[in-house]
């Protein structure tokens, strides 16, 4: 697990009401009935739990942890859980909402949820965060399963503790199930093109808004915010398709060449820097690492936090096009301003829905007993981006609205359809 703890964010809006105000907006359009609103805007289930666990020098402490299933009427309920010192309830809630969206978007048969250990990994010794991964999925239990609620990575999880969690999982059930969580060790029926899949993901969303934009890759210049598993990988395969990366950052500033940075070199160096680009030769560290994002570039890629493009800087931006790897890059505030400049958003529920497409490869195999290459991975997940900006950006014609309302619009429409089927009590 590398993780470094993030800048402190000025403005952050409460992730829930961030997601709803786009959620009554894309309701709205789509004339959802009132019963159904309600039904969707609430969570199926809260789980909230307490943990002691015995530290390393004989004390106990008391972990609080929360698992949220949003809903699950297309299918299992799917999301990451998080280990952070600054989970909470409501954070928990957005995303596994936000995870509903995602799946339905990308037209997967899975519902939404999320987990989270109020926790400071970085202060914890590996046997105490097993520790505390096997208890939180022992309490659990009855709620998750490959049926059921399937958890993968977030913040502060890897494949560690997935494979602690698997593991867990199955002692519980005297037998191996490894379709109970995603984001395995590749020995433990991990899929291949799941690490870079998000970023995979980000790239053929960037390609398929060029296109729509009539911007020809080959000409077009790319501002990477993030250059974790999502920004390097979105950088490196972005710049495999012919754009040019002027600038890439990480927590330690933004790095510019406006000659193209070489992305496989920036990789290694930062393989080998612990994580990080301080220092790295390839480019000019920028004064104001935040100035990245208000280049004159064609495609921006904020691929690090939420809330970073906010009601401050919106009106400063000049890049043609929004590509969101991160969840929640864009406050719901600024959406309007971006709008009014004529910017073009690829809203996080389709840019990085790549994850969760390749998450469900995974399920799928382990279910089957049977491995893909990477080549077949990559091929039906390229497949099912396309295929779900397509509809996307049909949606927003029919509707006239931002490709962020109408990714909701979208996901909206498939869950309330399938709620209409199944039905209530
Ligand atoms: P990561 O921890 O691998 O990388 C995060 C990167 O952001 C690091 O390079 C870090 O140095 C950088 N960073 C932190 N603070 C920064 C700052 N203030 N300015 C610039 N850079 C900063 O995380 P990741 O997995 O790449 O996730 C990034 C975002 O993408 C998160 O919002 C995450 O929720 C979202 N996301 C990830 C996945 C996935 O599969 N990993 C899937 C969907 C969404």
Known sequence: MEYIEPAPITDKENPFESMMSRFIIAAKHLGLNEETFNVLKSPDKQVI???PITMDNGSIKVFEAYRVIHNNVLGPSKGGVRFDPHVNLDEVKALAAWMTWKCAVVDIPFGGAKGGICCNPREMSSGEIERLTRAYTTSLFDVFGPDTDIP??????????????????????SMTVNGVVTGKPAVLGGSEGRVEATGRGVMVSTLSALEKLKINPYNSTVAVQGFGNVGSNAAQLLAERGTKIIVISDITGAYYNKD???IEKAIIYSKDNKGTLENFDGAEKMDHADDLLMLPVDVLVPAALEDVITMKNADKIQARLIVEGANGPTSAKADDIIAEKGIVVVPDILANAGGVTVSYFEWVQNRLGYKWTRDRVN???DRIMRDAFANVYKTSIKYDVTLRIAAYIVAIDKVAKAYSYRGGF
Do not use: V
């Open 379 to 381: 091929r039906r997940s």
């Open 49 to 51: 739990i307490n943990i």
């Open 152 to 173: 993968a990575p977030d913040m502060g999880t890897g494949q560690r503790e997935m494979a602690w969690m698997m593991d867990q999982y199955s002692r519980n059930s």
């Open 260 to 262: 193209g940075i070489d």
